[in-house]
């Protein structure tokens, strides 16, 4: 196993970490002078309230700081191929759909941005055009051997717009989903290593250094947020991992707390049109961990801890079985 591109992804690592730990302050400065604020949901807990006006859309920068890290590693080792691009557009893409989003809402100065079957739509584009990109630079159509040809497709389409709205639906805490998607992209790094697929190592690391850098700002309490911009590239681009490294279901444990975030507003909804009662005191179920007593970095941490074991025991499972 040939893990000498590993240097330059540590190198790309270092170099993302950099740029969004540096350049941050600066950003958030401009989102202030502009008073391009957060408009915080008036259905969510109360005391959220205090939180408006923050600054959002901080994930342009851990995306901006990404792709040149990676573009840098990857360029440096020859490792610049369709899967290193195909990775790239996802986050590219999936950010300027959330930047889209964000950007209505803070014009208009409301908490809802695109209505949801235009939000719905512009996310089906972007992964019907990763599809064709996975399908014609030869990808594996199918699960093992299995080759399910335009089926597949649509597994795909589903997998990406699922899990981008997932980690959405879950950045709703100072700082969960930048450590979230830290321990996710950790998992799939460790992956990617061990099977010789250095492209998505290199995407990897370099996701894991923007997302360090912008823990600093993020983390309780929040100087600036990831925004729709950050959550809806960081859920694509793990979807994306995932199909690439052809572990397409250890997603859902990998990103246990996404499934669990998204599982919980689906069961609330469900039980409360068909029974008029709720299941959980709000959802998704981080606000029901605050309406229990618990701090934002109690849940945090915890939150943090759990997909961190689950995603080490996954990656054991998957290396022991290969």
Not at 20 to 36: C, D, Q
Not at 95 to 102: E, V
């Amino acid at each position: 196993m040939n893990t000498n591109y590993l240097l330059w992804g540590f190198g790309g690592l270092v170099l993302s970490f950099l740029i969004t730990f540096l350049l941050m302050p600066k950003l958030i400065a401009y989102f202030r002078a502009k008073k391009e604020g957060q408009q915080i949901r008036e259905v969510g807990p109360t005391w959220h309230q205090k939180k408006a006006g923050t600054p959002t859309m901080g994930g342009i920068l851990f995306i901006i700081s990404t792709v040149i890290g990676a573009l840098v590693a990857a360029l440096a080792t020859g490792l610049l191929t369709p899967t290193m691009g195909a990775l790239l557009f996802t986050l590219v893409i999936f950010g300027l759909i959330g930047m889209w989003d964000d950007s209505i809402k803070i014009f208009h100065h409301q908490n809802e941005g695109f209505k949801p079957w235009q939000k719905f739509l512009a996310q089906v584009v972007a992964a019907m055009i990763f599809t064709a990109i996975y399908q014609h630079e030869g990808f594996q159509m199918g699960f093992g051997a299995m080759d399910l040809g335009w089926a597949y497709g649509l597994f795909i389409i589903f997998w990406m717009v699922g899990f981008s709205n997932a980690v959405n639906l879950t950045d709703g805490l100072d700082g969960l989903v930048d450590g979230l998607a830290t321990v996710s992209f950790a998992a799939y790094l460790v992956i990617a290593v061990v099977q010789g697929q250095g492209e998505v190592a290199l995407f990897c690391l370099a996701m894991i250094g923007g997302l360090l850098g912008f823990f600093r700002y993020n983390h309780k309490p929040a100087k600036i947020f990831m925004g729709d911009m950050g959550s809806l590239a960081l859920g694509g681009s793990l979807a994306a991992v995932a199909l690439l490294l052809h572990h397409e279901w250890s997603l859902l444990l990998i990103g246990i707390i996404y499934v669990i975030e998204t599982a919980s507003v689906m069961l609330q909804v469900a039980s409360f049109k068909t029974t008029g009662k709720r299941i959980f005191k709000m959802t998704p179920i981080h606000h029901s961990f605050e309406m229990s007593g618990w701090s934002e970095w109690k849940i945090d941490i915890n939150f943090w801890l759990f997909q961190l074991v689950v995603s080490a025991i996954t990656v054991a499972a998957i290396l022991y079985m290969a």
